[in-house]
T-cell receptor, first 112, second 114 residues
Framework: KQEVTQIPAALSVPEGENLVLNCSFT??????LQWFRQDPGKGLTSLLL?????REQTSGRLNASLDKSSGRSTLYIAASQPGDSATYLC???????????FGGGTRVLVKP | NAGVMQNPRHLVRRRGQEARLRCSPM?????VYWYRQLPEEGLKFMVY????????ESGMPKERFSAEFPKEGPSILRIQQVVRGDSAAYFC????????????FGQGTRLTVV
């Protein structure tokens, strides 16, 4: 059974510092991995999708890497801003059309 | 292109009543997934549907819960005889095709059972 873990559970940084969020999964046979952002009381916003054949994806200040063999993904957010404060979730799928298995999330606070 | 639409956003039900949660996927998306987020817990998969078919319901509680995605209209998650433990945020996600599985989520329905 796939298990997804995100460490740390919470992170507080001063504005301008780079953020590094970690995600690990127990079964390396994944189809893709997706990073989401969730604001309090809101839905999930898709940030980046990495196919299993890819090593990384970039969008603006966000960069996500994937090391399938070691079961790890890292989300980097450069030059953090208070607006980046949110919970970040990673999720994996086992096969096309398959359900997402989520980690518990990392709650990020960027202090002005 | 509107996103995934869920309604109602908030729903209050007394114990024993029925709750109906609706989800309209993004235009052109034929795959719908329902997830539940219990207070202080992570998101858990409930059910995966395509038009008129339930593909995977391995995450659905055995009793009181059902889901459908008819040929016309939104997907419905139905909870009969609600109990306090059903209080949670219920999220719907859609994806366009079997091979493109990037999931797009709605804003969720927050169910409170009193």
């Amino acid at each position: 059974k796939q298990e997804v873990t995100q460490i740390p559970a919470a992170l507080s940084v001063p504005e301008g510092e780079n953020l590094v969020l970690n995600c690990s999964f127990t079964d390396s046979a994944i189809y893709n991995l997706q990073w989401f952002r969730q604001d309090p009381g809101k839905g999930l916003t898709s940030l980046l999708l990495i196919q299993s054949s890819q090593r990384e994806q970039t969008s603006g200040r966000l960069n996500a890497s994937l090391d399938k063999s070691s079961g790890r993904s890292t989300l980097y957010i450069a030059a953090s801003q208070p607006g980046d404060s949110a919970t970040y979730l990673c999720a994996v799928t086992k096969a096309a059309g398959n359900k997402l298995t989520f980690g518990g999330g990392t709650r990020v606070l960027v202090k002005p | 292109n509107a996103g995934v639409m869920q309604n109602p956003r908030h729903l209050v039900r007394r114990r024993g009543q029925e709750a109906r949660l609706r989800c309209s996927p993004m235009k052109g998306h034929s795959h719908v997934y329902w997830y539940r987020q219990l207070p202080e817990e992570g998101l858990k998969f409930m059910v995966y549907l395509q038009k008129e078919n339930i593909i995977d319901e391995s995450g659905m509680p055995k009793e009181r819960f059902s889901a459908e995605f008819p040929k016309e209209g939104p997907s419905i998650l139905r909870i009969q005889q609600v109990v306090r433990g059903d209080s949670a945020a219920y999220f719907c996600a859609s994806s366009p095709t079997l091979s493109n599985t990037e999931a797009f989520f709605g804003q969720g329905t927050r169910l409170t059972v009193v």
